[in-house]
């Protein structure tokens, strides 16, 4: 078991940068492949992006692509998601998941943890 806390949503300008924080707790964090996916309202969850146990390898899905970057660090338990250049699309509660298999992939029923969201809204 992993319980996963999200923090740092909020409200900012198109244009503007958020850093979301997906703190873990339980088992070690190291085992497990971790995502971050968004929703928006009326809309399925969709894969934004993922990285692999060690940080090593990431995954991004095409429209966060070069404005979007995730990170882990291991020693803390937490893993990031730095957004930039938002754009008011990019409105949706995002969510970390945690995956306890090796590789990332995008299918968000591959990922049997979840925390409760943040929302992040982007104006125009």
Excluded: H
């Amino acid at each position: 078991q992993v319980q996963l806390v999200e923090s740092g949503g909020g409200l900012v300008q198109a244009g503007g940068s958020l850093r979301l924080s997906c703190a873990a707790s339980g088992r070690t964090f190291s085992s497990f492949v971790m995502g971050w996916f968004r929703q928006a309202p009326g809309k399925e969850r969709q894969f934004v992006a993922g990285i692999n146990r060690s940080g090593g390898s990431t995954s991004y899905a095409d429209s966060v692509k070069g404005r979007f970057t995730i990170a882990r660090d291991n020693a803390k338990n937490t893993v990031y998601l730095q957004m930039n250049s938002l754009k008011p699309e990019d409105t949706a509660v995002y969510y970390c998941a945690a995956r306890d298999r090796i590789l990332v992939v995008t299918s968000s029923r591959e990922y049997a943890y979840w925390g409760q969201g943040t929302r992040v809204t982007v104006s125009s």
